[in-house]
Each structure stands twice: as C-alpha cells, then as structure tokens.
C-alpha cells in the first residue's frame, strides 16, 4: 500500500516562509510526476506547481518567483519552499503523484497540510 504524507504547514506571517514535505513510502517502484495543489476555503483544488522524474518544473502564474518544488528520488520526497508568502497563499497543500507500484500505474493523494499567512 502507497502512501503520501505531508509535512511543514502552519500559520506564518505575511512575507515569511515555509517548507512542506510530502513523503511517499510503500512498494514503489519508481515515481512519475509529482505536484503540489491547494484548495482555499470555497474554491476549487488549484496546481500550484509540478515536477517530473528527470526535474523539469512548472508553476502557476501566482506563485512564480516565490514557491520552489523540488524533488528526492532517493528519499521519494517532494518539497515546496514557499517564500514571500502572501494572505492569498492561505489554503490546503496537498501533494500528488504519479506512482507505479507493484506493476501498477496510478495516482496517489497526501492528506493535505494547513498553510495560513495571516499577521
């Protein structure tokens, strides 16, 4: 059984950074693409930014410039450095793969962690 766990969220001040964490664990044989979304109180799930295998990224418009995704395949780990955090950076992170595992391909949900920028 895969799982993805996510790490890092919080209350953090307007300007401030954070990190999160998303740990995939179980039988994995390798990992495709990885990518945070986010989900703010009464809108729809949004891609916030994506990174393949061989570490090609991609961001929303929003957050160009100040998020960072990066990826361990040894650790089967993704981050997101979130700096310059703005109010409307408030949301749910969750983080998403592309997983074989066994001899399947499917794609896996983490749990969500609570980023809240507020003063």
Do not use: H
């Amino acid at each position: 059984q895969v799982q993805l766990v996510e790490s890092g969220g919080g209350l953090v001040q307007p300007g401030g950074s954070l990190r999160l964490s998303c740990a995939a664990s179980g039988s994995i044989r390798s990992i495709n693409i990885m990518r945070w979304y986010r989900q703010a109180p009464g809108k729809q799930r949004e891609l916030v930014a994506g990174i393949s295998s061989g570490g090609s990224t991609w961001y929303a418009d929003s957050v160009k410039g100040r998020f960072t995704i990066s990826r361990d395949n040894a650790k089967n780990t993704v981050y997101l450095q979130m700096n310059s955090l703005k109010p409307e950076d408030t949301a749910v992170y969750y983080c998403y793969a592309d997983i074989v595992a066994n001899t399947l391909l499917r794609d896996y949900w983490g749990q969500g962690t609570q980023v809240t920028v507020s003063s």
